[in-house]
């Protein structure tokens, strides 16, 4: 299937979908289609190739991730939940991308406990309270030169202040919150 089709027929889906369950963890509470746009300038114009996303849910995000990256590039994606990754994994093989992605099934704390490789880029979208605990292990995963994006960084500014807080202060990244769909938070390691 075309990717441009999926991802129209993924965002009426998640609009029809978000308005009508109830339960929080059935919504599939996607980025909007202009961070989708934003994340994919960041991976061309930064020759991105290895991605870590954490938060798949039905793969919306990392559809565009995938998408973006050079043939000879990978994004891990993180999510919880086995009725999203199954969602997501039929959604990568509908756009034929499925030979760029791994979706593990951990949460983001026991993961990052046990990673050592280096990323280009991660892109945290999933439970928020969590980062601050996991805040050491995300900076260390970067590679100099690498980015950090995390989203909801205006529409839930103060449950994000905290980590970000962190990075500023670590000294080790040039930061700035863009006004792209929820708000943007985009570091830079330096080199
Ligand atoms: C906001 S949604 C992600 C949306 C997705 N990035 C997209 O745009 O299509 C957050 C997801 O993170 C998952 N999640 C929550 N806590 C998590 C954790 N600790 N580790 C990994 N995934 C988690 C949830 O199950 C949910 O599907």
């Given at each position: 299937m075309k990717l441009k089709e999926l991802l129209e027929e993924l965002e009426t889906l998640g609009k029809e979908n978000d308005a009508s369950v109830e339960q929080k963890d059935r919504k599939y509470l996607n980025i909007t289609r202009d961070t989708g746009e934003f994340l994919s300038v960041l991976i061309k114009a930064g020759a991105v190739r290895q991605v870590l996303e954490i938060g798949t849910s039905n793969g919306y995000s990392t559809l565009w991730i995938a998408s973006a990256l050079p043939e000879?590039?990978?994004?891990?994606?993180?999510?919880v939940s086995p009725f999203k990754i199954s969602q997501a994994k039929s959604n990568f093989k509908r756009a034929n991308l499925d030979h760029k992605i791994t979706v593990?099934?951990?949460?983001?704390?026991?993961?990052?406990?046990?990673?050592?490789?280096?990323?280009?880029?991660?892109?945290?979208?999933?439970?928020?309270?969590?980062?601050?605990?996991?805040?050491?292990?995300?900076?260390?995963?970067?590679?100099?030169?690498?980015?950090?994006?995390?989203?909801?960084?205006?529409s839930?500014?103060?449950?994000?202040?905290?980590?970000?807080?962190?990075?500023d202060s670590t000294g080790g990244f040039t930061t700035t919150t863009v006004p792209v769909g929820k708000g943007e938070f985009v570091a830079c390691k330096k080199t």
């Open positions: 000879d590039g990978h994004v891990t994606t993180l999510e593990v099934q951990m949460g983001a704390v026991d993961y990052l406990g046990q990673a050592s490789r280096l990323f280009d880029l991660v892109f945290l979208d999933a439970d928020r309270a969590s980062y601050v605990q996991v805040a050491d292990q995300i900076v260390s995963l970067i590679r100099p030169g690498g980015i950090l994006v995390c989203d909801n960084a205006v839930h500014a103060e449950e994000l202040r905290e980590f970000i807080d962190f990075v």
